[in-house]
């Protein structure tokens, strides 16, 4: 009887283990999900999009071209 309780013991402390590693192992997971959704949003806050650049880069191009006609103007003075 003594092999039995002592085998119970056993088996009970090593699946209570494994029980308590796959919780921590959840929670751990759910925190690094947290975590990166956090960065995507802080990227999103950070860079550009690609449409905002190619619009932004227009706008200075017409300003270049306005700047470039101007010269043009002053040197055939």
């Known amino acids: 009887m003594e092999m039995d ?6 088996l009970t402390a090593g699946f209570g283990f494994i029980v308590w590693w796959a919780k921590t192992q959840h929670d751990e997971l759910g925190r690094v999900r947290i975590l990166l959704n956090k960065t995507r949003e ?3 806050r950070e860079y550009v ?5 190619s619009q932004v880069l ?3 191009m017409i300003k270049f ?4 006609e ?6 055939e003075r």
């Open 65 to 68: 071209d306005r700047i470039e």
């Open 49 to 53: 999009s690609k449409s905002d650049s």
């Open 58 to 60: 227009s706008q200075i």
């Open 5 to 10: 309780a002592l085998w119970n013991f056993g």
């Open 42 to 44: 802080g990227i999103a």
């Open 70 to 75: 101007k010269i043009d103007r002053l040197m």
